[in-house]
C-alpha cells in the first residue's frame, strides 16, 4: 500500500528534473528586463578644427598706411628718379600690366612682367622681401594694389612708379617696343606669414574685372549728374585740397587719418568713388574698401589731374597758367596799365582817381606821400578791400618805383578792378619831376563795403602778397651784375617790346615780351633755377615775376629798376 502512493511522486518529480534540463539557463547579477534593447558602444568624437579668425582688414591697412613715408609721396617714386637710380642701383622692376598695354606701349628695359591677377601666384619670381622693388602699372592704380599687397606680405621696400608707364613715357625716357619682357624666372620660395591674409589679398586681385573698379572722368562727372550720385570722398592731404581744389561736395578724408575716421564713411551698399592726384593712393583705398565689404567702390582713373585735364568743374582752384595767360597777353602794349608822373599830375587837378600808397610805414615817414593818398602797405592790402573804391571806378597806385605797384595792379585787376593804373617809376618818378609831397603820415583809410570777387582768387593772390619778402623779390643792377659772373649765373628774361630791346638789352637776355611770356615756358629753365626778369622800369618786370611764382618758378626776381636803372648804374647794354 505504502509502494503504490510514492510511485506517482517519484514520477513527477524526474519529469521536473527534465523539463529543467531543457530550458534556458538564466543570466546572472547583470541580466536586463526583457523590454531594453542591448547599449550599442560609441566613437570617440573627431578634435573640432580651430577656425581662423578672418583678417582685420582696417587694422591690416591702418598699419600699411602709417608706415608709408607721406614725405616721399607714400612710397612713390618719379620717373626721372627711378630713371637716375636705374643708372647706379637699380632695383627689381615689375611690370603688372596686360599684354597687351606692354605690346603697345612698351616697357622699362629689365622689368620682370607678371600680370596683376597673377601676382600673388608668382612670389617665388620676385626678389628677397627686403630687397628694392618698384612696381608700375599704366597710371599708378594697379600699382597701388600690387605694393599694397606685396607690403602687406612684409615686403619691405616697395615703391610705386608715379604716374606709371605713361610718366615715364611722357618724360621721354627709353622704353623697349615691340617686343615682350623676358620670361620671369623662379628666385625663391618666399614664407607667407599669415595665410588668410594671402587668401583674401590673392582672391581680390584674381578677381578683379576689366577696367580694374575705375571710373573716367566723364562718367563720374555723369554720375554725379543723376538722381542718385555716389558718394565721393577725396583722400589727399589737407595742403593739396587747400592748393589744387576739390570736387564739389567731396568728403575731404587724408589717407593718413582714412582708417581711423571710418565712422564718417557712407553705407556699405552706397556707391563711393574714391579720388586723389594721380589714382595711387586712391586705389589703396579702394582695395581696402572692397575687402571690408563696400561692394561699390571705383577709384577715380588719373585722379584730380584727370578731372581737371577733362575741364570739369574744381572748387576752390584756379587754373593760374592759363589766368595769367590770358591776362598778360591781354596787357595793353601803350602804356601796360602805367600812368606817367606828369599825367597823374594833370588828372589830380580835374579828376583825381584814387590814390593808393603800398610802401612800407618807414618809406612814407622818411620820403613823404602824394597828397590825397590813401595808405595801405602792400603785404596788408587784399585784405583791406574795403577801403577801396567800387571795382569800376579809377585807382592809381603807388610804390618806391613801381615794382610793388606793378604787382598791385595785376593783382586788382585779376579780382576785376577794371581801372586800375601804377605810377611809372613810383614816387621816385614823381620826386624826379619835381611834383609836390607831403611829409608825416596820410589820413587812415576809410572802411566801406567789401567787393564781391572770386574767392579763390583773393585766396591765393592775398597769400602771394602777404608772403613777400623783405626786398620784395628786386635784385640791384650792380648786385645782378656780380651775380652774371658766377655759377650759376641767373637766367635773364627781358619782358619789353622789340622796339625797346632794339635799343639795348643786358648781354644773354632772353627777349620774351610780356604778352608772349607764358606761351614760352619752354624757354624757361627749371623751376628751381635762378630767374631775373628784367622790363624799362621795373612794372612789366613785377607782373612777370608774381605770374612765374604763382606757377610754380621759385627763384624769380626782378631787376629794381629796370634797365633805366642799369643805364643810370652805367653798366653795359648790347644791341647783338
Known sequence: MIKKVHLPLVMLMILSIMLGACATPATTSTAVPPTTAPATPTTPP????????????????????????????????????????????????????????????????????????????????????????????????????????????????????????????????????????????????PAIKDQAVFNLLDEFLSSLPDGFYTIKADQLSEALAANTPPAVIDVRTLDEWNKDGYIEGAIHLPLGEFFANLNQLPNPDQPVVIYCGSGYRGAIVLMALRLMGYSDVTNLAGGLGAWKAANLPVAGWVDWPTVWAEFLAASPEHGFYMIKAEDLNASLADNPPFL??????????????????????????????????????????????????????????????????????????????NFAVEMGQPEAPVAGNSPEVDATRLRDL?????????????????????????????????????????????????LIPIDQLLGNLNQLPDKSAPIVVTCQSGHRGAMGLIALRMLGYSNVRNLGGGVSAWSTAELPLTTN
Open 356 to 433: 593808393l600808397d603800398v610802401r612800407e610805414v618807414s618809406e612814407v615817414e622818411k620820403d613823404g606821400y602824394i597828397a590825397g593818398a590813401v595808405h595801405i602797405p602792400v603785404r596788408e592790402l587784399l585784405k583791406n578791400l574795403d577801403k577801396l573804391p567800387g571795382v569800376d571806378e579809377p585807382i592809381v597806385v603807388y610804390c618806391a618805383s613801381g615794382h610793388r605797384g606793378g604787382m598791385v595792379v595785376a593783382a586788382l585787376k585779376l579780382l576785376g578792378y577794371s581801372d586800375v593804373r601804377d605810377l611809372g617809376g613810383g614816387l621816385g618818378a614823381w620826386k624826379k619831376a
Open 46 to 189: 573627431e578634435p573640432t578644427a580651430t577656425v581662423e579668425p578672418a583678417p582685420d582688414v582696417a587694422a591690416l591697412f591702418k598699419a600699411l598706411v602709417d608706415g608709408l613715408p607721406a614725405d616721399k609721396g607714400y612710397a612713390v617714386v618719379s620717373a626721372t628718379k627711378l630713371n637716375e637710380e636705374l643708372v647706379d642701383k637699380p632695383p627689381f622692376l615689375l611690370d603688372v600690366r596686360e599684354d597687351a598695354e606692354i605690346e603697345k606701349d612698351g616697357y622699362i628695359d629689365g622689368s620682370v612682367h607678371i600680370a596683376i591677377r597673377d601676382l600673388l601666384k608668382n612670389l617665388d619670381k620676385l626678389p628677397g622681401q627686403d630687397e628694392a622693388i618698384v612696381v608700375y602699372c599704366a597710371s599708378g592704380h594697379r600699382g597701388g594694389f600690387a605694393l599694397a599687397s606685396l607690403k602687406l606680405l612684409g615686403y619691405t621696400n616697395v615703391r610705386n612708379l608715379g604716374g606709371g608707364m605713361a610718366a615715364w613715357n611722357k618724360a621721354n625716357l627709353p622704353a623697349v617696343i615691340g617686343s615682350m619682357p623676358p620670361a620671369a624666372k623662379t628666385l625663391g620660395s
Open 462 to 510: 592775398d597769400a602771394f602778397l602777404s608772403g613777400l619778402p623783405d626786398g620784395f623779390y628786386t635784385v640791384k643792377p650792380a648786385d645782378l651784375n656780380t651775380e652774371l659772373t658766377g655759377t650759376p649765373a641767373p637766367i635773364l628774361v627781358d619782358v619789353r617790346t622789340p622796339e625797346e630791346t632794339a635799343k639795348g638789352y643786358i648781354e644773354g637776355s632772353l
